[in-house]
């Protein structure tokens, strides 16, 4: 199975923190399933990082790469045609990095690993 991970489910298996939800815990640490992580998400890690609203080490975001590939997660890049489907989201959600990981999750046709339920008006599949 092929999940992408909504940048909050990152944090939390990194951190291991007990936000994280079982069933989500156990998809990620499968090495059956292929787990996907946005260009997006690194992206807004290291946003929140340098305007100090997210309390995680500079080196998380200066050492991003090395994370994934030690968790054997493979990055996502963003493509045009994701760039334009977020874009052209209806409404709902204003926040960037989540539109695109929307645009991204339909056009790769991926489940979504986020506690987020306002995905769900986008039609995608979300896993918690």
């Keep these: 199975m092929r999940l992408l991970l909504d940048t909050h489910a990152l944090l939390w298996w990194w951190s291991e923190a007990a936000s ?3 069933t989500c815990r156990k998809l990620i640490s499968d090495q059956g399933n292929e787990i996907l992580v946005s260009a ?3 992206w ?5 990082v340098r305007l100090g609203r997210l309390q995680v080490s500079i080196d998380l975001a200066r050492d991003f790469s090395d994370y ?7 990055t996502l890049p963003v493509s045009a045609e994701h760039g334009l489907r977020a874009g052209l989201l209806p409404v709902p959600h204003k926040d960037p990095f989540d ?5 991204q999750a339909q056009v790769e046709e991926l489940p979504i690993v986020s506690n987020e ?3 769900d008006s986008y039609g995608v599949q979300r896993i918690w």
């Design 40 to 42: 997006a998400s690194a």
């Design 99 to 103: 539109r695109m990981l929307v645009a």
């Design 117 to 119: 339920e306002i995905f």
């Design 20 to 22: 994280l939800s079982p």
């Design 44 to 48: 807004e890690i290291a946003t929140k």
């Design 68 to 74: 994934l590939l030690r968790d054997g997660f493979l």
